[in-house]
């Protein structure tokens, strides 16, 4: 998972920073998240060993937190952080079909070839990709809370992206259209447990990490400072794309085989 100290703007798009030498965002440029997982999918090659517990080696996830630049600018601040965007990124490749895991293999999934010679095709299978990260476990926090008979934190997506289509919005506005979508009719918070996070807080965080992946895959883009009443809104790119609540089993099992990045 992400980190989870979330401010308006912050977590979101340090979540996948950009790869040193894979491009970002910008006239001409690839999209940062397609840089990421070029250059992931590059690094993956015929296929890469994994521990018998499916996890990445312990060399190799140091190599992937520099190749793909999940360390940002947190000098000094240990490898958790840079780690669980390692992770993130492998998760959201599996759903994007770019890699695959059998046992202690990861090697390429079965869009690899197809998507790495295709820029737009694997930007927009990483767009399409995005509500499935529950299927992860890293995926959305708020999928793990079990709000009885509520939506999937996806159907939260979609009231975020009918709220984007009206205009831009803060982050915190975003955060309380998904809480309504998602506890419409449920009286939630009477039910938190004590001295746990609220449900409320957590769902707040899934938007941000949600709105940091589709500012990577240039769909969203922020302007205007951090504590300067910055709004989220959408591109080009994200006006011409829908997003659906209902789920593909097809193409993403509810039960994905990932690889695993240990942390400290």
Same mark, same amino acid.
Do not use: I
């Given at each position: 998972m992400l980190e989870t100290e979330l401010r308006p703007g912050t977590v979101c798009r340090c979540a996948v920073p950009g790869p040193r030498e894979a491009g970002r965002s910008g006239a001409g440029r690839l999209p940062r998240a397609v840089g990421q997982m070029l250059a992931l999918t590059g690094w993956v090659g015929g296929g890469r060993r994994l521990t018998t517990t499916g996890q990445l080696l312990r060399g190799d996830a140091r190599e992937l937190v &520099?190749?793909?630049?999940?360390? !940002?600018?947190?000098?000094g601040a240990g490898l958790a952080a840079p780690l669980r965007g390692v992770q993130v990124l492998l998760a959201w490749a599996h759903l994007s079909g770019l890699v695959r895991t059998d046992g202690s293999w990861l090697g390429p999934g079965p869009a690899a070839a197809r998507l790495r010679e295709d820029p737009g095709a694997l930007r927009d299978a990483l767009f399409a990709a995005v509500p499935r990260l529950e299927d992860s476990r890293c995926g959305w926090q708020s999928v793990r809370l079990h709000l009885d008979g509520a939506p999937d934190f996806s159907e939260g997506l979609v009231a975020l992206w009918r709220r984007l289509g009206a205009g831009p919005s803060t982050e915190e506005?975003?955060?309380?259209?998904?809480?309504?979508?998602?506890t419409?009719?449920?009286?939630? &918070?009477e039910r938190q447990p004590e !001295?746990?996070?609220?449900?409320?807080?957590?769902v707040a965080r899934d938007v941000g990490r949600a709105l940091g992946l589709y500012e990577a895959v240039g769909a969203v883009q922020?302007?205007?400072?951090?504590f300067e009443g910055g709004r989220f809104e959408l591109?080009?790119?994200?006006?011409?794309?829908?997003?659906?609540?209902?789920?593909?089993d097809a193409v993403a099992p509810h039960r994905l085989g990932e690889a695993f990045v240990h942390w400290p």
């Amino acid at each position: 998972m992400l980190e989870t100290e979330l401010r308006p703007g912050t977590v979101c798009r340090c979540a996948v920073p950009g790869p040193r030498e894979a491009g970002r965002s910008g006239a001409g440029r690839l999209p940062r998240a397609v840089g990421q997982m070029l250059a992931l999918t590059g690094w993956v090659g015929g296929g890469r060993r994994l521990t018998t517990t499916g996890q990445l080696l312990r060399g190799d996830a140091r190599e992937l937190v &520099e190749l793909l630049g999940t360390g !940002g600018n947190q000098a000094g601040a240990g490898l958790a952080a840079p780690l669980r965007g390692v992770q993130v990124l492998l998760a959201w490749a599996h759903l994007s079909g770019l890699v695959r895991t059998d046992g202690s293999w990861l090697g390429p999934g079965p869009a690899a070839a197809r998507l790495r010679e295709d820029p737009g095709a694997l930007r927009d299978a990483l767009f399409a990709a995005v509500p499935r990260l529950e299927d992860s476990r890293c995926g959305w926090q708020s999928v793990r809370l079990h709000l009885d008979g509520a939506p999937d934190f996806s159907e939260g997506l979609v009231a975020l992206w009918r709220r984007l289509g009206a205009g831009p919005s803060t982050e915190e506005e975003a955060a309380r259209v998904v809480w309504d979508e998602l506890t419409a009719h449920h009286q939630v &918070e009477e039910r938190q447990p004590e !001295g746990l996070t609220s449900w409320k807080v957590v769902v707040a965080r899934d938007v941000g990490r949600a709105l940091g992946l589709y500012e990577a895959v240039g769909a969203v883009q922020f302007k205007g400072g951090q504590f300067e009443g910055g709004r989220f809104e959408l591109t080009g790119y994200g006006r011409e794309r829908e997003l659906s609540g209902a789920r593909d089993d097809a193409v993403a099992p509810h039960r994905l085989g990932e690889a695993f990045v240990h942390w400290p």
